[in-house]
């Protein structure tokens, strides 16, 4: 039973996640999304609520499970008996920090592997940061973001969605 990892803030999950959620189901057998619960960030939405919005998303994906955490994410993973990290790549911009990460986990636990997949191209600049400060300032992100998320940002921001 190969088990990995996909941790994030996921505030809110956008279509880069969902794509690379898709992969990730299709090498392992068991894919556990993991939200950290980072209130110091100060996210838009609470854990729940986005644990909501990923399991509303993923639910035609029987293989995957969501759940929340706190402290390091190595210590999750002996939880849940997983060696395995998944991280989405979406430029050489993101290597830096991602390359960090991965190799810190790995000195915080020499069984940990980070596996690094690269959405598809039409996601590679889509971040969810900048899909907020988008739909904030009356941008278009229908094919940025699932349905379900679309609809809770226009609920939390109180502007319409367009859909
Ligand atoms: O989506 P994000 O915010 O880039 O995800 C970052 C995340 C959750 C993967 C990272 O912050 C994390 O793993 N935090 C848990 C704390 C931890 O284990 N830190 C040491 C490893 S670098």
Redesign the pocket.
Known sequence: MRTAVY????DPMTNGHFDIIGRGTRIFDRVIIAV?ENEGKAPLFSVAERMDLLRECTETFPTVEIQSFS????DFMKRVDANVVVRGIRAVSDFEYEFQ?AL??RELSSDAETIFMMPAVEYSYVSSRLVKEVFRLGGDIRRLVPLPVLRKLSDRLAMPAHV
Do not use: H, Q
């Open positions: 941790p994030g803030s996921f950290l402290g390091l994410l190595v990460m810190m986990n």
